[in-house]
């Protein structure tokens, strides 16, 4: 049987009230993370006000 591991992690955005991802940051951590044998599962912004996001949180996984 098949057996993953998971790993989250948050992410800062930037902005007066959010809602800006800075790309070449978070392009590092992605790659980073795939040398490890990280594979992106999913990724979505939390929800502060108004529609605008504070942090961003990305879902990896790996085989065990």
Known sequence: MEKWEYKTIKIQLKGFQGGI????DFDD???KLGEQ?????SCFS???AQGYGREAIAVFKRRH
Do not use: F, S
């Open 21 to 24: 991802l800075e790309i070449e």
């Open 29 to 31: 951590k992605l790659n």
């Open 37 to 41: 044998g990280w594979e992106l599962v």
């Open 46 to 48: 939390t929800n502060a």
